[in-house]
């Protein structure tokens, strides 16, 4: 009698039948295989080591730009050094050159040379620094710098229009906030403060999270 075939063991042919083309398959191209593997292997070790080593040196250049800062800040028994802090942050520079802290760096150092007198190497510095990085926190920092060295040069006037038409651009060097904070504080500096007090008023009401808000607040009481 014959035996009688089911649809359970036709899909136990099926099986066997399939496996034994993948057995004669991968016999037939285990090179390639085997290249593919140790090629994919190759990239997921490639870039954990990378992921590692970026790690290890943002960890390493922020150790170093925090030792910087307070050798430059100082502490409750020493006072700050500038002759101290600058090896420190040239050296974040030297070594981690397109990192973030090394932006920190550039800025600290730019700040530095201001305070020596070296008014153009600081600006160039800061103008790389707020056209490299712009819409970055440390590019919005160096622009605000840059505009303060403009105004302290008496540009006020034409400070005050670039920072009035960044209220309404779509791709501004500033945050709006910043732009509204620093047009405040502006036009109170060039003695208008009705006008100055919209600014400010304007930031408290329509940015209660900036950073800004208290400072904007503090002026308000002042001004009355």
């Known amino acids: 009698m014959a035996r009688r075939v089911t649809r359970k063991m036709l899909k136990q042919d099926e099986f066997v039948s399939f496996f034994d083309e993948v ?4 016999t037939l191209n285990w090179r390639p295989v085997a290249w593919g593997l140790g090629a994919i292997v190759v990239v997921v070790m490639g870039w954990w080591g990378a992921s590692t080593w970026s790690a290890g040196r943002a960890g390493d250049a922020s150790f170093l730009l925090h030792r910087a800062e307070k050798a430059l800040e100082g502490d409750g028994t020493n006072k700050g050094s500038v002759d101290a802090a600058e090896p420190l942050l040239r050296e974040v520079v030297d070594r981690y050159g ?3 802290q090394a932006d920190v760096a550039r800025l600290h150092l730019a700040r530095i040379e201001l305070g020596r007198g070296e008014t153009d190497k600081a600006r160039e510095a800061l ?7 712009r819409g970055t926190a440390i590019g919005s920092v160096a622009a605000v710098d840059l505009f303060h060295l403009r105004i302290a040069a008496g540009e006020g006037a034409e400070v005050a229009g670039e920072l009035q038409a960044m209220l309404t651009a779509t791709d501004a060097p500033l945050p709006r906030d910043t732009a509204m904070y620093e047009l405040g504080m502006l036009l109170l500096e060039q003695g208008h403060p009705v006008e100055a007090k919209d600014q400010l008023d304007r930031l408290v009401k329509e940015f209660p999270e900036s950073p800004y808000r208290f400072s904007a607040q503090q002026k308000l009481s002042e001004l009355g």
């Open 127 to 133: 103008r790389e620094l707020a056209e490299g990085r």
């Open 23 to 26: 057995v004669d398959w991968f």
């Open 98 to 100: 397109r990192t973030p």
